[in-house]
């Protein structure tokens, strides 16, 4: 993952100090700890839990694709969705896949 600039680009004026935790704390931090655990497994574990807090805007879009660009395939989102509508809810899910479906197309 490049260096992630979104917080100073959407909020760097507005909220500058929440800008730079998510930029250079979440992002270039935390997310770095791939030693720990991987990109991929931390896409997925995103994914999950930004479905799961019913947060099914472009947030959860940025990181279906984030997981997509990690290597998860179409056919394991698929599977992790349905894995978690179980424990998320059935709405949820389905909002997630619209997103993810728009992400992976019809490849």
């Given at each position: 993952?490049?260096?992630?600039?979104?917080?100073?680009?959407?909020?760097?004026?507005f909220?500058?100090?929440?800008?730079?935790?998510?930029?250079?704390?979440?992002?270039?931090?935390?997310?770095?700890?791939?030693?720990?655990?991987s990109?991929?497994?931390?896409?997925?574990?995103?994914?999950?839990?930004?479905?799961?807090?019913?947060?099914?805007?472009?947030?959860?879009?940025?990181?279906?694709?984030?997981?997509?660009?990690?290597?998860?395939?179409?056919?394991?989102?698929?599977?992790?969705?349905?894995?978690?509508?179980?424990?998320?809810?059935?709405?949820k899910?389905?909002?997630?896949?619209?997103?993810?479906?728009?992400?992976?197309?019809?490849?």
């Amino acid at each position: 993952m490049g260096k992630v600039t979104a917080g100073r680009d959407e909020l760097g004026e507005f909220a500058p100090k929440f800008a730079q935790l998510n930029d250079d704390v979440l992002f270039g931090e935390v997310w770095a700890r791939e030693d720990k655990l991987s990109a991929r497994d931390r896409s997925i574990v995103t994914v999950t839990a930004l479905m799961a807090g019913g947060i099914l805007d472009s947030s959860l879009k940025f990181h279906i694709q984030n997981a997509k660009n990690h290597g998860v395939t179409k056919e394991e989102m698929a599977e992790i969705l349905t894995h978690a509508a179980f424990y998320a809810g059935w709405p949820k899910a389905w909002a997630a896949f619209r997103m993810a479906k728009d992400v992976y197309g019809e490849e």
